[in-house]
T-cell receptor, first 111, second 113 residues
């Protein structure tokens, strides 16, 4: 059974800092790994999807990497801004099975 | 392209009542998944419908049920509400085939008193 863990649960950084969010999963037989952002009381916004054959994906200041062999993914945020404050969730997709989510990392970027 | 819509956005019910939540997927998407989100348990999968058939089911009691219509719109129903059913209920749509991003709606906040 797939389990996804995100560490740390919460993170507070000053504006402008580069930061890394971690995600680990127990079953390496995944099709893809997705990163989402959730603002308080809102739905999820997809940030990046990394297919199992890929190593990383980039979108603007965001870069996500995937290492299936070690069961890890990281989300790198460059030059953080207060608007980046949100909860970041990763989810493992093992094919025609439901997404399995981590509990998220709550990020606060202080101006 | 319009996003995923969920109605109602907020709902307050009392224990023992039942509730129906609605989700309209992105046009052309045939898969709708439902999730329950609580502070303690995080996001937990309820069920997925694809072309009007339940394709996957999570580990929730039978009080939680769903269906999908021919236009891909989906409803979920919770009967005999309990205090612990208070949560944000999210639905997500996707094409349902191949490697595909799920697109989430804004959620329905259910409070059970």
């Amino acid at each position: 059974k797939q389990e996804v863990t995100q560490i740390p649960a919460a993170l507070s950084v000053p504006e402008g800092e580069n930061l890394v969010l971690n995600c680990s999963f127990t079953d390496s037989a995944i099709y893809n790994l997705q990163w989402f952002r959730q603002d308080p009381g809102k739905g999820l916004t997809s940030l990046l999807l990394i297919q199992s054959s890929q190593r990383e994906q980039t979108s603007g200041r965001l870069n996500a990497s995937l290492d299936k062999s070690s069961g890890r993914s990281t989300l790198y945020i460059a030059a953080s801004q207060p608007g980046d404050s949100a909860t970041y969730l990763c989810a493992a997709d093992s094919g025609n099975t439901p997404l399995v989510f981590g509990k998220g990392t709550r990020l606060s970027v202080i101006a | 392209k319009a996003g995923v819509t969920q109605t109602p956005r907020y709902l307050i019910k009392t224990r023992g009542q039942q509730v129906t939540l609605s989700c309209s997927p992105i046009s052309g998407h045939r898969s709708v998944s439902w999730y329950q989100q609580t502070p303690g348990q995080g996001l937990q999968f309820l069920f997925e419908y694809f072309s009007e058939t339940q394709r996957n089911k999570g580990n929730f009691p039978g009080r939680f049920s769903g269906r999908q219509f021919s236009n891909s719109r989906s409803e979920m129903n919770v009967s005999t509400l309990e205090l612990g059913d208070s949560a944000l209920y999210l639905c997500a749509s996707s094409s349902g085939t191949g490697i595909d991003t799920q697109y989430f709606g804004p959620g329905t906040r259910l409070t059970v008193l």
